[in-house]
């Protein structure tokens, strides 16, 4: 014979579980497929200011659901993808290095140390402008919202020459395996910092009155 309590109990549960299912999601931002499409469409207009643009969308559009077609948070994005790039440029040379001491060529070891500090500075730059954007416009007016974005500018700007300074530092050194690579990555590197700091003027220009 059924046992009536472990009946009603089923009973109950089944009528709680078909309520549940009616109850809609609110309160829950969900990606939609329009949402998204809408948001990559933003990021590929975007990235048409910059000088490398197909970079420029392929390394930001997986970042759609957090970027949407924020002007701001496009620029922050591409600020920390700069920064990670940086980081990790800063981390290769620091390994080349500890290789490149020892029977290298005294030029390319020179070379290769300076690279190593540029790199070391515009990670700290990158970082300020990195911090100072996330806090745009949280204390202040429209004058400090200029003086801070100016900040950001001035930092990815200097990142940026940095980043120039180390390619730059192996003009004197002769065609060699450690030359190529390490030309070749900064490079690349500096495509990210680019467009970074083309992104972040385009914000600017929009933003400041």
């Known amino acids: 014979m059924r046992n009536p309590i472990i ?3 089923s009973i109950y549960l089944a009528t709680l579980l078909f309520h549940l299912q009616l109850i809609p999601t609110v309160g829950f931002p969900q990606s939609t497929p329009t949402a998204t ?3 990559t469409e933003f990021i590929r207009a975007s990235c048409g200011t910059t000088l490398y643009p197909t970079l420029c969308y392929k390394s930001l559009s997986r970042y759609a659901t957090a970027i949407q077609q924020s002007p701001a948070q496009l620029a922050l994005v591409a600020i920390r993808v700069s920064l990670s790039k940086a980081k990790h440029m800063t981390v290769y040379v620091s390994n080349l290095m500890r290789q490149a001491d020892y029977g290298a060529d005294p030029r390319a070891t020179s070379a290769l140390h300076d690279c190593f500090s540029n790199f070391g500075d515009a990670v700290d730059e990158i970082s300020g402008s990195l911090k100072q954007m996330r806090t745009l416009g949280v204390n202040g007016n429209g004058q400090s919202f200029r003086f801070q974005m100016s900040n950001v500018q001035t930092w990815m700007s200097a990142a940026l020459t ?3 300074t180390c390619t730059d ?3 004197d050194v002769p065609e060699c395996p450690l030359k190529k690579d390490v030309c070749d990555q900064a490079t690349n590197v500096k495509k990210y910092t680019s467009n970074a700091l083309a992104l972040i003027n385009s914000y600017a220009e929009k933003a400041i009155p």
């Open 162 to 164: 940095d980043q120039e």
């Open 169 to 171: 530092g192996f003009e």
């Open 37 to 39: 499409n809408n948001s």
């Open 7 to 9: 009946f009603l109990v």
